[in-house]
């Protein structure tokens, strides 16, 4: 399993960026290999926090769309999830609250990656960050 990152669909919906092509190869390369793909509840809420902030809000419907078409599963965040991530939080790779979040999902669910252009992701021990064609 393999986790899809807010900035997946964002990018794709976006104005021309080398992240763009990026994200459409790398999503078709796992297709291709039977990768199962999920996100979160959060990362739903960052897409909406986002275009609202922006005043962007006609690309909330697209991005929503976007995401919801390349994943398997949303999983929900539970009451654990939001515990946990206080705790990762607090440690040393000093990661953001969403972030936060999204590891403690992921780890309640056995997953080890994630595609995403973040490169915080990277400061946290175990997780596999896939962001290159």
Same mark, same amino acid.
């Given at each position: 399993?393999?986790?899809? #990152? *807010?900035?997946?669909?964002?990018? /794709?919906? $976006?104005?021309?960026?080398?992240?763009? *092509?990026?994200?459409?190869?790398?999503?078709?390369? /796992? %297709? %291709?290999? $039977?990768?199962? !793909?999920?996100?979160?509840?959060?990362?739903?809420?960052?897409? !909406?926090?986002?275009?609202? @902030?922006?005043?962007?809000?006609? %690309?909330?419907?697209?991005?929503?769309?976007?995401?919801?078409?390349?994943?398997?599963? &949303?999983? *929900?965040?539970?009451?654990? #999830? &939001?515990?946990?991530? @206080?705790?990762?939080?607090?440690?040393?790779? !000093?990661? *953001?609250?969403?972030?936060? &979040?999204?590891?403690? &999902?992921?780890?309640?669910? $056995?997953?080890?990656?994630?595609?995403?252009? #973040? %490169?915080?992701?990277?400061?946290?021990? @175990?997780?596999?960050?896939?962001?290159?064609?």
């Amino acid at each position: 399993m393999i986790f899809i #990152d *807010s900035n997946i669909p964002m990018y /794709l919906i $976006g104005a021309a960026h080398p992240h763009k *092509s990026e994200a459409q190869i790398l999503l078709e390369k /796992l %297709a %291709a290999a $039977g990768q199962r !793909l999920v996100t979160d509840a959060e990362v739903l809420q960052e897409i !909406l926090h986002r275009y609202t @902030g922006l005043n962007r809000r006609e %690309a909330i419907r697209p991005a929503l769309k976007v995401i919801l078409d390349i994943v398997d599963d &949303v999983f *929900s965040i539970e009451k654990a #999830d &939001v515990m946990r991530a @206080g705790e990762i939080a607090q440690d040393r790779a !000093l990661l *953001s609250a969403r972030d936060a &979040v999204h590891i403690a &999902v992921m780890e309640r669910h $056995g997953i080890r990656s994630i595609l995403s252009f #973040d %490169a915080d992701f990277d400061r946290w021990p @175990g997780l596999k960050r896939i962001y290159r064609i």
